[in-house]
């Protein structure tokens, strides 16, 4: 009877598993048609500064430090017993009314210029999905630690998998519909898969989260002050966590200037270039999969290693692809770039949970999401400032995009000297030796007073 029961818990958790990555992956394909497509219309068939292009594209990470007030008053106020569904099902809907505003937005544009119409409408479409996704990601990953404490690394596992496997297969699909390119095969492309996310969206949702009553308490949550002290008070901490935003600037930042240049250095049609994301997508899932097999053979930062030097050199070689004008050299690029990035990806998030203390979990979690918030927006504004300013001293677009992913390969190298010396044992040392946190202090007096 108890292996019954024990089988039966094993079947529950997998269906929330799975459940919640297709919540991960509704939230995810939303921003595809904005990353894939949108970004190289707007850039190159528009002509529109790559700058305030990709200052669109950051607002989600304007908005980051917004989660953990989502967080802390989840917790504090349930919704007819729901901490983290309500929040969730906002969010979800703000992401897919953001990517059925966009369209719009581009037709004003289109139409009118940068008015303050066109504008507004830009600034509605991103923001909205901006806000969405904030609300979303920290309410999901929320619920995701909280009904499955023994098994997150699994949860995670699988929610990142199917995130992948989803943003790989709308790209190609979203790549299908927008050939031959006209407003409304984007149009068309957007709602399809907004009406998708919102479908999948729900489906996860169903039935997911038991009511608050049934749930342990929530984890604490800290400050930001507290945060950024505990974390810049160890030298450790401190190297790895500007480690990150290096790296992680150079690997992500790329991500809304590969179709534009695709589209403006080498002629590649719009479904060409939003197949890019298909082709790194499928890359660094295949990087994903062997990363299991080779943490046998390498240590995290040895992998690591490994990871930085495949992305440098994915980088180079789609930068020599705009000057010696060769798609297969940029499409290798790519390959490269792609694997680089899933092994990073593993290697990090190991030696990210390494980088923690048993009573300071969730400060350094934290400030590892920070990290990843401020990488994104430093790399991709860095970009497009870097790819307008360049266009316009050397009236050269493909130089300008060139000299961006050479900056970024040369981001990548930097993290590689810095990665040297990160040292997991010396970080423990120095955690040990901090003060607790003020309700830990106040937790261990009044032991004591008893």
């Known amino acids: ?11 529950t958790m997998w269906r929330k598993r799975l459940q919640l990555g297709l919540i991960h992956t509704a939230v995810a394909i939303t921003l595809v048609p904005f990353t894939s497509t949108l ?53 979800l809907l703000m992401c897919v009314g953001g990517a059925f505003l966009a369209p719009q937005a581009v037709r004003v544009v289109e139409a009118q210029g940068w008015t303050a119409l066109a504008l507004a409408l830009s600034a509605a479409a991103f923001g909205a999905w901006g806000m969405g996704y904030n609300f979303a990601a920290v309410s999901y990953l929320s619920l995701a630690s909280e009904i499955d404490e023994q098994g997150r690394s699994r949860t995670i596992s699988t929610m990142f998998f199917m995130m992948i496997i989803g943003i790989i297969l709308t790209a190609a699909a979203v790549g299908h519909m927008v050939d031959p390119y006209s407003l409304d095969a ?3 492309a957007f709602w399809a898969v907004g009406s998708a996310a919102l479908v999948i969206g729900l489906i996860g949702l169903l039935a997911l989260e038991p009511r608050a009553e049934l749930l342990g308490a929530t984890e604490e949550r800290h400050s930001w002050q507290q945060m950024l002290s505990t974390v810049w008070s160890n030298p450790q901490a401190r190297l790895f966590f500007v480690y990150l935003v290096v790296l992680l600037a150079a690997l992500l930042g790329q991500d809304v200037l590969l179709e534009p240049f695709g589209g403006q250095a080498l002629g590649l049609s719009i479904q060409a270039t939003t197949r890019i994301t298909s082709i790194w997508g499928t890359c660094m899932l295949v990087a994903l999969i062997a990363a299991g097999w080779l943490q046998m053979r390498f240590s ?14 994915g980088f180079l070689a789609i930068a020599i692809s705009g000057l010696a004008i060769s798609r297969g050299l940029f499409y290798g690029g790519i390959m490269v770039l792609g694997l680089g990035t899933g092994l ?17 979990v969730g400060l350094y979690m934290g400030a590892w999401g920070v990290a990843n918030a401020i990488s994104r927006l430093m790399g991709q504004l ?43 044992v010396a970080f423990r040392r120095a955690a040990s030796d901090q003060p607790l946190p003020l309700p830990e202090r106040a937790a261990l007096l009044g032991e004591a007073g008893d």
């Open 186 to 188: 984007l149009r068309r």
């Open 382 to 424: 860095m970009s497009g400032v870097v790819r307008d300013l360049l266009t316009r001293a050397v009236a050269n677009p493909a130089v300008a995009y060139v000299a961006v992913f050479v900056i970024e390969a040369a981001f990548v190298g930097a993290s590689l000297i810095m990665l040297r010396h990160v040292d997991v």
């Open 300 to 313: 995290k930062r040895g992998l690591a290693r490994v990871g930085a030097w495949a992305a440098l050199i």
């Open 344 to 360: 990073s990806t593993v290697a990090n998030l190991s030696l990210m949970l390494d980088m923690t203390t048993a009573q300071n």
């Open 1 to 11: 009877m108890s292996m019954e029961l024990s089988e039966q818990r094993d079947v």
């Open 39 to 91: 970004n190289r219309v707007m850039i190159y068939e528009m002509g529109l500064a790559a700058t305030v292009v990709t200052l669109l594209v950051a607002l989600p990470y304007f908005f980051s430090p917004i989660q953990v007030a989502i967080g802390s008053y989840a917790d504090r106020h349930p919704v007819a017993g729901w901490r983290r569904t309500p929040y969730i099902l906002l969010g």
